[in-house]
């Protein structure tokens, strides 16, 4: 017998209901049916701060097991579903275990919807669950349907990956096929993370149909997963170069990076490349956004959108191209380490003894070059252990040091993404500089990837 607490949630506080969906390969696509927050509040983990966050009460304590989520399913709102999400669980509703960080697919809007299987809770006693999204599909609230937590170990023997990501998905972590746990992931876009847990890079495979296998104690089972490119079903487009200016890069490799637009579609022989846009055996497919001039070797011309205006925004080659500076009383160290937003390398900033100004540690890059009148994004991945603040902005290294723009968020123990944007004044040259400052965070270790500065206006090229 399948012991279940299925919860339909209907207030961003503790509710236990203990009846789920009447049909069991059915799901409501009415946004009643679900949870809807669109303003942000107190976290019963005060280390998350203020932001969206569900709190469920089961009334005693259970030994919680599998866990099936279904995201926000009505057409309208499919957007404002919960992406990435923390689980953790409690006893008491005040100390947190924390389980995993997932990112749960966007919903079909279908009522034919089976959910995304979740992690396994291993058995692990409590009689609270909080699910507090770190970011959503793209809307402007925060939504969840169902979750489902089975209160004894499931035995199956039948592979059940139940996901249909977009491209600009990016990485899907934890994913999860029901089966006995212990056994290997494998195929195009799995990542083994070496610590029994498997994510799929959706962005890295491209659209099209993959295998996944998974091999255990009891054999090797498989299942098809289908990846869909921008703009088809409930995936956003992808960000289009028609309009923007456009850099062209000249290689007999194909630059390491994923692009997106709306130009032409051209087929080649991959030379020397690895992760780069989306692959198809021995060749590679341009999606739209390139302009391409191939000969039998894909020696390319590309015309790239959304251009990267710094060095090593990924912390791939160590800290080349950044400066670090402190001042005064301020110290920390520096230094790259792996486990980035989405693998790899990121920034190890710790800072060791805090002052009264956040201008007292630093670390830049600086001799960037902006056009005047044109508009500019600029983004970056941040967390920090425990929690703390930070500053970044940019500003011109000259007299009469004109600031372009600055943030000052309050990041979390968890991965996630901040941006602003900024007109460049009349009088920009070559001698733009940003800056991230902890002078006076919080004395603790703080990590920044994916560092971007990127044209955003449009034109009439």
């Given amino acids: ?179 006995n746990q212990g056994g290997t992931y494998t195929g195009a876009g799995v990542i083994d993370n070496g610590d029994d847990t498997f994510d799929f890079d959706a962005g890295l495979v491209g659209p099209g149909n993959y295998v996944i296998n998974y091999q255990y104690s009891g054999g090797t089972e498989s299942v098809n997963v289908e990846v869909l490119p921008c703009g088809q079903g409930t995936c956003p487009r992808c960000p289009e170069c028609g309009g923007y200016n456009q ?89 790259t380490a792996s486990g980035g937003f989405q693998g790899g390398d990121a920034l190890r900033l710790e800072v060791t003894n805090a002052d009264d100004a956040t201008w007292k540690i630093q670390f830049a890059q600086n001799g960037l070059s902006l056009e005047a009148g044109k508009t500019y994004q600029l983004s970056f991945a941040a967390k920090a252990d425990g929690g703390g603040d930070l500053e970044l902005s940019a500003y011109l290294d000259v007299d009469p040091y004109t600031g372009y723009g600055r943030i000052n968020p309050s990041v979390t123990s968890f991965w996630k993404m901040y941006n602003f944007t900024f007109t460049a004044d009349t009088s920009v040259d070559s001698n733009v500089r940003i800056t991230f400052q902890f002078g006076d965070s919080r004395e603790t270790v703080y990590w920044i990837d994916k560092v971007r500065l990127t044209e955003i206006s449009l034109t009439n090229n």
């Fill in 247 to 335: 850099a062209t890069i000249n290689s007999t490799n194909i630059p390491t990076d994923t692009y997106h637009g709306d130009e032409l579609t051209s087929m080649g022989q991959v030379i020397g490349s690895s992760r780069q846009v989306h692959f198809k055996g021995n060749s590679i497919e341009l999606q739209p956004g390139f302009q391409v001039a191939s000969s039998d070797y894909f020696i390319a011309s590309i015309n790239q959108c959304d251009v990267d205006l710094l060095t090593n925004s990924d912390f791939e080659n160590g800290t080349n191209g950044w400066t670090y500076s402190q001042y005064a009383a301020a110290t920390g160290t520096y230094a």
């Fill in 1 to 179: 017998m399948k012991n279940t607490i299925t919860t339909v949630l209907a207030t961003l506080f503790a509710v236990q209901i203990m009846v789920g969906q009447a049909e069991i390969d059915r799901h409501t696509t009415n946004a009643h049916d679900g949870w809807i927050s669109c303003a942000a509040s107190n976290n019963p983990n005060s280390a998350h701060g203020s932001s969206h966050w569900i709190r469920y009460d089961f009334g005693q304590s259970y030994n919680l097991y599998d866990l099936t989520v279904w995201n926000i399913n009505h057409p309208g709102h499919l957007n404002d579903g919960m992406k990435r999400v923390i689980i953790e669980t409690s006893q008491n509703g005040s100390s947190w275990n924390l389980v995993d960080t997932i990112m749960v697919p966007r919903a079909p809007g279908s009522g034919f919807y089976p959910g995304f299987n979740g992690p396994d809770l291993g058995g692990i006693g409590a009689r609270y669950l909080l699910l507090t999204a770190i970011d959503n599909h793209g809307g402007g609230c925060y939504g969840l349907s169902e979750i489902r937590v089975y209160t004894t170990d499931q035995v199956s023997t039948k592979l059940d990956i139940v996901m249909t990501p977009c491209e600009n998905d990016g990485i899907l972590t934890g994913i999860n096929g029901g089966i």
